[in-house]
């Protein structure tokens, strides 16, 4: 079983590398660049002339990835070392210099002029290869007490420690760490919090601008929640503040209500807020989690029956039902299923009573529930039909039980494998699948926040969530296989030399 395990999860890592790496790259050249613009709400703000827009452009290509960019002063600096006579202005003597420096640095560097001031700058596309390879060497991100680099900031105390925190009790404490509290304990899922080790999938943009990809997802949403907080000094005050969140900043760059909150000289003032709502991952698993069980609450009992009748009038009807249910557009049933619930006063959009009501969340886990049906009701009726004609049946007739019997002590128990095996990729399915769903009830998940990232070129978002999807569809395999021998240890998923 170990050894099982550890080839499954090494071929799982190279089909998730191979999958992501697919989608970067076509996101990232047959994707136009300059689409991300049409979202981006500061363009026309911040681009009132060329020079600013030409500045503006490159600066997020930069942070994209596309390019490298020296600004005019970053390009004076760094040829004052080549020629110390460069200057700023555009001026020939200025452009033989900065055109000789550029061709020693080499890889592509390009000079360019402003159109307004004459000043010169300098671009470098980086290769697709780069950009995947950086994407990759900055995935997993390791806290630690050199991690926090500021030059204002030279007495940054280094190092760890296991403290009695005032704001949120025992836990481990970092100083010159990018997090306050690298191990903690509180009652939200799963408990046992940690911030060592933690994904960099990017940085969303234009949407959710300047946000990190797995922070956009995991975060809450709606409006700010008000509760009690403990701040560092033992001050409790009402606020939305997430203390547990605790980053660094420059102690620099603290306002005074930082400074009341946090004291003077405090390094770790920066911090998310509580929010009333799940967050996108959360409000997905709910509605999936539902959805599946809806499904598998239909369709087993259905699929049973229908084995049983093969061949009769109510396995026939069902039959057609079924494949009506199969040829019918998924859209078409999403909303007749919409119209009939709000015809018995169901919301037929998320927002009208928001995430504080259940209703909210009926519809859409019902039509992903119904979506479910046919496909696996189909496939069970088949698995259980083909049980019927196997040998272990044919003994157990022989012995003289009943068919009623046969089919709950000896068939639903084998069949019972299968089907829990795969309910982890179901449940995966469903929350991956619900991007029509979640579109149609303006539901915030990552259903819907895929589908809105595609059209909003937001290029980060896609390959963060592709990852997410692929990460989540392969592991749920795995784990029901490893479903199938709890079920019935007999089952061994180790495979021997010589196929033994």
Not at 9 to 30: A, E, G, M, P, Q
Not at 194 to 221: A, D, E, M
Not at 238 to 259: E, G, H, L, M
Not at 275 to 289: L, N
């Amino acid at each position: 079983m170990k050894k099982y395990i550890f080839s499954r999860i090494l071929r799982s890592l190279v089909s998730i590398f191979l999958v992501t790496t697919l989608i970067y790259t076509i996101v990232y050249t047959l994707v136009p660049r300059r689409q991300i613009f049409k979202n981006d709400t500061n363009y026309t703000k911040m681009t009132k002339t060329p020079d600013k827009k030409a500045d503006y452009e490159n600066t997020i290509f930069e942070r994209m990835g596309y390019i490298d960019y020296y600004t005019t002063r970053e390009l004076q600096d760094k040829a004052s070392s080549f020629d110390s006579s460069v200057t700023v202005e555009g001026t020939e003597a200025n452009k033989a210099i900065y055109e000789a420096y550029l061709k020693q640095l080499g890889n592509g560097w390009k000079l360019h002029q402003f159109q307004e001031s004459g000043q010169f700058y300098a671009t470098r596309e980086v290769p697709i290869f780069q950009r995947v390879f950086e994407f990759y060497t900055n995935l997993i991100e390791v806290d630690h007490p050199w991690k926090v680099k500021d030059a204002s900031n030279k007495d940054l105390k280094r190092g760890l420690s296991i403290e009695n925190d005032p704001s949120v009790g025992w836990s481990v404490v970092g100083s010159g760490t990018k997090h306050k509290y690298l191990l903690y304990f509180n009652g939200k899922f799963p408990f046992i919090h940690q911030n060592f080790i933690n994904l960099n999938l990017g940085t969303s943009y234009p949407t959710y601008r300047n946000t990190p990809v797995l922070q956009v997802i995991t975060q809450g949403q709606g409006r700010k929640k008000m509760s009690e907080v403990t701040f560092p000094n033992g001050q409790k005050k009402n606020s939305s503040i997430d203390i547990y969140s605790r980053t660094y900043r420059s102690p620099d760059k603290a306002d005074s209500q930082t400074v009341a909150n946090f004291g003077a000289g405090d390094a770790y003032t920066a911090t998310l807020n509580n929010y009333t709502d799940p967050s996108m991952i959360v409000s997905s698993a709910i509605i999936g989690i539902v959805g599946v069980i809806i499904g598998y609450a239909i369709g087993m009992p259905l699929a049973i029956l229908m084995s049983r009748y093969k061949g009769r009038r109510f396995d026939s009807i069902s039959t057609a039902a079924l494949t009506f249910l199969m040829s019918l557009p998924s859209v078409a049933l999403a909303y007749i299923v919409r119209t009939a619930g709000s015809a018995v006063g169901m919301p037929n959009a998320f927002p009208i009573l928001g995430a504080q009501d259940p209703k909210s969340y009926v519809l859409p886990a019902l039509i992903l529930g119904i979506l479910s049906v046919p496909g696996l009701t189909v496939w069970v009726r088949r698995y259980l039909i083909d049980q019927h004609s196997s040998d272990y049946v044919r003994f157990a007739r022989a012995k003289g039980l009943s068919e009623k019997e046969i089919s709950y002590k000896h068939i639903f128990k084998n069949a019972m494998v299968p089907i829990v095996a795969s309910v982890p990729s179901s449940i995966v399915g469903v929350i991956v699948g619900a991007t029509l769903t979640e579109s149609l009830f303006a539901f915030p998940g990552m259903g819907k926040m895929m589908i809105d990232s595609v059209r909003a070129s937001n290029s980060a978002m896609v390959v963060g969530l592709t990852f997410i999807f692929s990460s989540l569809f392969i592991f749920a395999a795995m784990a029901g296989d490893i479903l199938m021998t709890v079920i019935d240890p007999r089952i061994n998923l180790s495979v021997k030399k010589g196929g033994k």
